[in-house]
């Protein structure tokens, strides 16, 4: 049976929907969204849009936009051009008309990861999977020991890929928590790989996922509590 955020995905002909407990669509933003798309952007949307000086990051930050408001209104019932947002203290969107419904996005490349939460605080993360030049100095400054040793053991080729797979669960997790990266990412434990697990956080339980969506992508999800 076609849920309502079913309908609203087949609005974006770019957009797919991704495995986790709440709406989580991974958008293909090389082109503009439609003219009708681009109407339920607000003015301060536009404004910020056209302040990007190459046509891909436009089209990225419109299209991440318009789907948000699509599928806040799936939730909420609150039509997508009467929507109001604030940015929140760390940047994450906040609905001012339904302050308990919680959204996150992320941006990789042509691409936009897009979640929304009805209930509890989320945080999303996407990564274009590519050689990290110093994986090794990065994971030193940002992981525990235990993901250290974890990425030592792994062939060079694979390195990347699974440095990546660390860093988008912090990622997704700092941002569930509503306090971005002034936590510590070496001060919790994530682990290498992908796939559900719960995370402890500062005394907190942030259950997350780090999934291949596609060729090439790395995607993360977490929501705050069990």
Known sequence: MQTLADAALGEL????????????????????????????LSAAEHERAERFAHAALRHRYQAAHCA???????????????????????GKPVLVDAPAVHCSL???????????DGAREIGVDLEVVQPIADAA?????????REIAQLAGISPEEAGPAFLTVWVRKEAC?????????????SYECGVGCGIRSVLIEQEVVESEVLNPKGGLLAAWARRGR
């Open 13 to 40: 002909e770019t957009a797919e929907r991704i495995p986790a407990p709440f709406p989580l669509w991974l958008i293909e933003t090389g082109h503009q969204p439609r003219p009708a798309l681009l109407q339920c």
């Open 68 to 90: 948000l408001r699509l599928l806040v209104e799936t939730i909420t019932g609150i039509p997508a051009a009467a929507q109001t947002y604030l940015p929140g203290e760390h």
């Open 106 to 116: 992320s941006y990789s490349g042509d691409f936009a990861l897009v979640g929304v």
């Open 137 to 145: 100095g990065l994971a030193s400054m940002y992981y525990t020991r």
């Open 174 to 186: 700092s941002k569930a928590l509503g306090k971005g990266l002034t936590i510590s990412p070496a």
